[in-house]
């Protein structure tokens, strides 16, 4: 079975950083995207960085500060952040699509709390 499990969330003052971990276990074919989100209090679950289609893309709100990359040889996806805000404060989840044999799966981890406070 597929499964991703998250890592390295937590406190942290404005202006700060944290690495967030996705380590991903079993086989998915046909990966299309991989991503995180977060979710606020109160709001709707945000995109805030994809790989899609080898590429790069990121909300407006997290330009500049947030880095997603993805390590294969080690089958895990990483979310850098850098430049905290207590906007930033949400729980976070990686996330991946993928497409293979005409069906759609969407995988997801457990969530993980990064607070941006003083």
């Known amino acids: 079975q597929v499964q991703l499990v998250q890592s390295g969330g937590g406190l942290v003052q404005p202006g700060g950083s944290l690495r967030l971990s996705c380590a991903i276990s079993?086989?998915?074919?046909?990966?299309?995207?991989t991503d995180w989100y977060r979710q606020a209090p109160g709001k709707q679950r945000e995109l805030v960085a994809t790989?899609?289609?080898?590429?790069?893309n990121y909300a407006d709100s997290v330009k500049g500060r947030f880095t997603i990359s993805r390590d294969n040889a080690k089958n895990t996806v990483h979310l850098q952040m850098n430049s905290l805000k207590p906007e930033d404060t949400a729980v976070y989840y990686c996330?991946?699509?993928?497409?293979?044999?005409?069906?759609?799966?969407?995988?997801w981890g457990q969530g993980t709390q990064v607070t941006v406070s003083s």
């Open positions: 996330n991946v699509y993928s497409l293979y044999g005409g069906r759609v799966n969407d995988y």
């Open positions: 079993g086989s998915i074919f046909g990966i299309y995207a």
């Open positions: 790989i899609t289609g080898g590429n790069t």
